[in-house]
């Protein structure tokens, strides 16, 4: 098992910066891949980006691509979404997840809002 805490978030106005961080616990060595999600009312949840733990490679949802960055602390088995240049289509509520063994994200951060104004 893997637990994940997320922290961050918040509400920020348009064109603004926020840092989410996910940091992981338990059976951490199992997982390869730390995801990031979102979901806003009314929409199914979106994947956002995934980075690789061991080599640092991350990737991202068109939508958010030269906006926001994905990296990691392995010392700390912590996770991050640096979000800049912020919209309000942004808003939402933002989840971590981790890998199991399979390669499915099993392992889900309790989920932090993001609220961006106009």
């Known amino acids: 098992q893997v637990q994940l805490l997320e922290s961050g978030g918040g509400l920020v106005q348009a064109g603004g910066s926020l840092r989410l961080s996910c940091t992981a616990s338990?059976?951490?060595?199992?997982?390869?891949?730390l995801g990031w999600f979102r979901q806003s009312p009314g929409k199914e949840r979106e994947f956002v980006g995934t980075?690789?733990?061991?080599?640092?490679?991350?990737s991202y949802v068109d939508s958010v691509k030269g906006r926001f960055t994905i990296s990691r602390d392995n010392a700390k088995n912590t996770g991050y979404l640096q979000m800049n240049s912020l919209k309000p289509e942004d808003t939402a509520v933002y989840y971590c997840?981790?890998?199991?063994?399979?390669?499915?994200?099993?392992?889900w951060g309790q989920g932090t809002q993001v609220t961006i104004s106009s």
């Open positions: 338990g059976r951490t060595a199992s997982s390869n891949f």
């Open positions: 980075i690789d733990w061991r080599l640092g490679s991350a």
């Open positions: 997840a981790a890998t199991n063994s399979d390669g499915r994200y099993d392992y």
